[in-house]
C-alpha cells in the first residue's frame, strides 16, 4: 500500500485511516448486498438502515435533544447563508450576525437579500489595503437587538485561525450556528442553540453533504411561497429524502461517528485535539519570535493553526521544503499569507509531532 503523507488540507481535510479502509473495502459490494453504496437506491431498506445509523451516531455523540431534527443536505454551507435567513427571518425580517471572519462576511452578504441585517459586531482589522480578522469579540461587545429573527455566529474562523471556545450569550433568541469547521471536535449544549449547520468535509465526512441539526419548532417560520428544495420543512418532513440525498456521503458520516463512538466519544476527541493544538502552539511560542502566531492567544483556534514567518520569502522556502518531506497544504490563506496547520479530527498526534520537530530543523537550519 502507498504511504499516505501528512494532510494538513482546511478542506475537503483528513478522514480517520480505518473509515477509509472499511469503505475502501466495502466499496465493491455491500456486505450482503451485492451492490456497492453508490449504486443502491435511496428507497432500499439497506440504505434506509444507513441513513438513520447515520443520524442515531450523530444523536448519541452530541446528545442531540428529541426536540430537534437531524437534516442531511447538500449545496454545502455556502447554501445554508441562503437558507437560514429564507427560513427564519420571516416575518421580523431582522437578524443579528456577528462578523469575525471571511464565511460570516459571505453569510451577512446573502442574509442582507431577505432582510435587514445588524452587524453585532465585527472584530475585522483594517490597514491600509489588507483587511484581517485575528480575534472573537467579548460578550461585551455584542450589540444585540432583542427583537432579531436570530443572532448567527461562526464559531471557528478556518482562513484566520480563531475559535469561540463559548456561544456567545443571545438571551430567548435562537442562535444559529455554522459550525463547518468545528463540529465534533468537542461536546456541546445543543440545547443552547436554534439551528446548527456544517459541511461535512472538515470533522463530519466527505464533501457534498452538509449537516443541519434545526429546533422542530422553528420548522414552522419555513413558509409554503419557499421554494421547495430550499424549504427546511419539506426536507423535515421527508426524512432528507424529498431527492436523491448524497448517499456515499452519508455512508461516509455513518461510518465516522462509528469511529468516533469507539473511540470514546466526543469528551475523548477534545481531549486529544487540545494536546494536538497545545503542541503546536508551544513549539510557535518557544521558538523566540522566529514563528509568530497570527491569532491572539484567547481566540486561538484547535482546528486551525495559523502563524507566520519573518518573509514571505522564508515562509515559501520552508513550505517547499515542509511539501518535498510529506507535509501536504500548509500554505496560509491568500488574505493572511504564511502557514496554517489544519489539525481536525481525524489528523493523527505523530504527524503533529512530526511538524514540530521539522518547524525546530528548519528554524535550526535558516535561523
Known sequence: MEKRIYNFSAGPAILPEEVLLKAQKELFTLPGVGMSILEISHRSKTYDAIH???????????????????????????????????????PKNKADYISTGSWSKKAIKEAKRVGAVNVACSTE???GEKKYFNRIPKQSELKLDPEAAYVHYTSNNTI?????????????????????????????????????????????????????????????????????????????????????????????????????????????MYEINKKKAQMLYDAIDNSGGYYKGHAEKESRSLMNITFNLATPELEKKLIDEATKAGFNGLKGHRSVGGLRASIYNAFPAKGVEDLVAFMKDFQKNNG
Open 52 to 90: 438513520q445509523q447515520a443520524k442515531e451516531g450523530l444523536k448519541k455523540l452530541l446528545n442531540i435533544p428529541d426536540n430537534y431534527t437531524i437534516l442531511f443536505l447538500q449545496g454545502g454551507a455556502s447554501q445554508q447563508f441562503s437558507m437560514v435567513p429564507l427560513n427564519l427571518m420571516p
Open 125 to 127: 482589522i483594517t490597514e
Open 160 to 268: 484566520f485561525g480563531t475559535q469561540f471556545h463559548e456561544e456567545p450569550e443571545v438571551g430567548d433568541v435562537p442562535l444559529i450556528c455554522d459550525a463547518s469547521s468545528d463540529i465534533l471536535h468537542k461536546p456541546i449544549d445543543v440545547s443552547k442553540y436554534g439551528l446548527i449547520y456544517a459541511g461535512a468535509q472538515k470533522n463530519i465526512g466527505p464533501s457534498g453533504v452538509v449537516l443541519v441539526i434545526i429546533r422542530k419548532d422553528l420548522l414552522e417560520r419555513s413558509q409554503d411561497s419557499l421554494h421547495t428544495m430550499l424549504n427546511y420543512k419539506i426536507h423535515a418532513e421527508n426524512d432528507s429524502l424529498y431527492n436523491t440525498p448524497n448517499t456515499f456521503g452519508i455512508y461516509i458520516i455513518k461510518l465516522v461517528t462509528d469511529y468516533l463512538l469507539n473511540l470514546g466519544g466526543l469528551e475523548k
